[in-house]
């Protein structure tokens, strides 16, 4: 029997981003995993200092989303994600090398988190604009949902590495490996051929303030746009809570050990997929906005079963790995259909402000939630600050359920013409 390719899989140029994407997160899952485990393992960071870490990834990428998603919209996207692969690249590997002379000191921890989290959303911001420039937009479902399959299937890998290279070649030492991805990234979107049209050109030159604020005006006032945003801003937020205080939970708290969790942790990998695959098939659950709405609740009931994991034990682990079996799918397939919603209903010449402005919004939520999770954690618990992670998750469903985004029954149609160079779904060779 012959295994034949079809779909996006004959698209080269986007099988080349696909990989370079994909190479990408498995090693920034690797990293992320290790630079948490090198402040609490190697710098023993408490939760304040898990806080300023977490923070320290954010307040950059809060800040820079405005002039990132100008430029994305002012110059070409793909200089744009290969400049900012090489720049992570050079920053991350300056870890591993003052580790090595025991050098590396909590501050230059956080000082590369700045550097990586600035540089990281301007790949972001422009990689979403790009998408729409490799394939059409009727494709954007399929591209975005082999994207999210290939970094589920990362994340399974790099979670199950990253453990057990943790504790191997300690946290410094994986976050090297996380620098390389970076390299491997920036040579696949080099590769890239599809000539990228020049940004629109116009007879007047607004400020540049003028036109960042027409990207978060623009999502002020579609209303989709502006609930997917207030969604979203409960859903980092509440995941942020998690991020801070989770691995401080099941370590310190509980007593796992990092090679257990990753392995754990990984299950979430595979069942992503599941995620993946649902994603062009919402009618199964009464349409696109209904499908949107049940999957925020899923990932609510399955974030509750954190918490309730209670001991190193048959049960604490059975707990853990019902978490990945039933959060990982539903975020999945809730990230996958609100991002293309987003790229179908934004124009071209806003795509990159518009990206940016949420991006924004997301932050400003993760900066709340980075706070809020070391307050909590240290004055209510670790596990109290897990069950309102929960909470948040269940009001940003009711958000959603209660917007213009729950009546949706399918994607709707682009409302401008897609660029001549955006159309080709067959196979392309380099031109």
Known sequence: MTFKLDGLWRHTDFVRLWTGSTISTFGSIIGNLAMQFTAVLWLHA???????????????????????????????????????????????????ATAVFDLLTFAQLCLVALGTSALGVFFSVSTE????????????????????????????????????????????????????????????????????????????????????????AHVMRERRLRALAVANAMLTASGQLVSVVYLLYLVDDLGFKPGVLGLIFSV?????????YLANRSRWFGGLGSALVVSLWVRAAGMAFMPLAGAVSAVGVALLVANQLVTDPAWTFYDINSLSLRQTITPDRLRGRVNA?????????????????????QTLGVRATLFIAVAGTLVASVVLAMSPVAHLKAMPAPEIDEPLAARELAVEGDL
């Open 268 to 276: 979430g990998g595979v069942t992503s997929l599941i995620g993946a």
């Open 357 to 377: 402005s949420m991006r924004a919004v997301e932050l400003g939520a993760m900066l709340a939630g980075t706070a809020a999770g070391g307050v909590l954690g």
């Open 46 to 96: 408490g939760p304040v200092q898990l806080a300023i870490l977490a923070a320290s990834q954010i307040v950059p990428g809060f800040l820079a989303s405005t002039v990132a998603g100008v430029w994305a919209d002012r110059i070409r996207r793909r200089p744009i994600m290969i400049g900012a692969d090489i720049g992570r690249f050079f920053l991350l590997a300056t870890i591993p």
């Open 129 to 216: 604009a790009y998408l729409p420039t490799v394939v059409s937009r009727s494709a954007l479902v399929e591209a975005n949902s082999k994207l999210s399959a290939a970094a589920s299937v990362a994340e399974f890998g790099s979670f199950s590495l990253a453990g057990w290279l943790v504790q191997l070649i300690k946290g410094p030492g994986a976050i090297f490996v996380d620098a390389l991805s970076f390299l491997g990234s920036a040579i696949c979107i080099w590769r890239i051929r599809t000539p990228e049209p020049a940004p629109a050109e116009t007879d007047e030159h607004p400020l540049f303030v003028r036109d960042a604020a027409d990207g978060f």
